[in-house]
C-alpha cells in the first residue's frame, strides 16, 4: 500500500506548488461541436470536460413530455481512457448519481416553462479526470446551454473546496480527493448568488464551512470572468464571418 503523501508542504504551498486558495489554470472553449446545437470544453488543470447539449426538441419517448415545461436529461459520464486505469463505459451508480445533482442544478438556472413538450438533452463526458470533474461538467453543461442559446437566469459555475491536512484548500486535485480529509463541491449562480449544487463528503466545523463557502464564491468569481470570455469570443468570430 503507498504511503499517504504530505499534502501541505512545510512553506504552506500544496502538493502541486499551488496556495490553498488558488485555482488550477482555467481553460474554456464554447461551441467545439458542430453537432450539437451547444458545446463547451473546460479544463481546470489536468482535469478536462466536454459538454453538448441538443435540444429543445421532441422529448422521445413521448410518455417522458410535460405539458408545462422542457425535460431537462443530463448524463455525466466518464470517458474509459480518462483515469489511470481504463473505467468500464457501462454507467456507475456514482455516474448516475452526479447526473442527477448536475441536472437539479441545471434545472435551478433553466427557463424550462418556454419549452414545453420538449426535451433538452446535456451530455457530459469526463476525457481526462484529476479531481473536481463534477464541477468541471457543471461549468461546461452551463456554458453549453448558453451556446445552444437556451434561455437562463445564469450560468453555473462549479468548484470544489477541500480540507487537507487540517488547511482549507481549493479546486481540488485528485490527490487530495483521494487523501484529504474532506471535500465539498459547490455549484454557484455569479450574477444571482445562489448556491445551486452541495455537497459534502468528510467533516467540516461550521466556521470552516463558512471559510470554504467564501472560497468557493472568490475562486467562481474568477471561472466566471474566463467563462464570459469564451462566449463573447465565439460570438465575436461568428461576426467576424458574418462580415467576409
Ligand atoms: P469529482 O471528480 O467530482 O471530484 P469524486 O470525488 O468522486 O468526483 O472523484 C474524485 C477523483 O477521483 C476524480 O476526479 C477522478 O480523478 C478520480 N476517480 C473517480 N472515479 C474514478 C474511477 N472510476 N477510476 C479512477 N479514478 C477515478
Avoid: C, W
Amino acid at each position: 500500500m503507498s504511503s499517504r503523501p504530505v499534502l501541505i508542504r512545510e512553506d504552506g504551498r500544496r502538493i502541486d506548488g499551488r496556495k490553498p486558495d488558488e485555482i488550477r489554470p482555467v481553460k474554456i472553449t464554447v461551441g467545439v461541436l458542430k453537432n450539437a446545437n451547444g458545446s463547451a470544453l473546460v479544463e481546470y488543470g489536468g482535469t478536462r470536460v466536454i459538454a453538448a447539449v441538443y435540444g429543445p426538441r421532441e422529448a422521445l419517448p413521448r410518455h417522458i413530455s410535460m405539458p408545462d415545461r422542457a425535460v431537462l436529461r443530463v448524463r455525466y459520464h466518464m470517458a474509459p481512457f480518462s483515469t489511470d486505469e481504463r473505467k468500464s463505459p457501462a454507467p456507475t451508480r456514482r455516474e448516475i448519481e452526479l447526473s442527477k445533482v448536475i441536472r437539479e442544478a441545471l434545472e435551478a438556472v433553466v427557463f424550462t416553462q418556454l419549452f414545453p413538450r420538449t426535451g433538452i438533452d446535456v451530455f457530459i463526458e469526463v476525457l481526462q479526470a484529476d479531481g473536481g470533474t463534477r464541477t468541471a461538467g457543471l461549468t461546461a453543461a452551463s456554458l453549453a446551454l448558453a451556446d445552444a442559446g437556451i434561455p437562463m437566469k445564469d450560468l453555473v459555475i462549479g468548484v470544489a473546496v477541500g480540507k487537507v491536512d487540517g488547511v482549507l484548500v481549493v479546486d481540488v486535485n485528485e490527490v487530495e480527493d483521494q487523501y484529504g480529509e474532506a471535500d465539498l463541491p459547490i455549484g454557484i449562480t455569479p450574477n444571482l448568488g445562489e448556491i445551486v449544487l452541495f455537497q459534502l463528503n468528510g467533516v467540516l466545523t461550521r466556521d470552516e464551512l463558512r471559510n470554504a463557502v467564501e472560497l468557493a464564491f472568490k475562486a467562481t468569481e474568477y471561472i466566471y470572468k474566463v467563462a464570459k470570455d469564451a462566449l463573447h469570443s465565439k460570438y465575436m468570430k461568428l461576426l467576424e464571418e458574418v462580415k467576409v
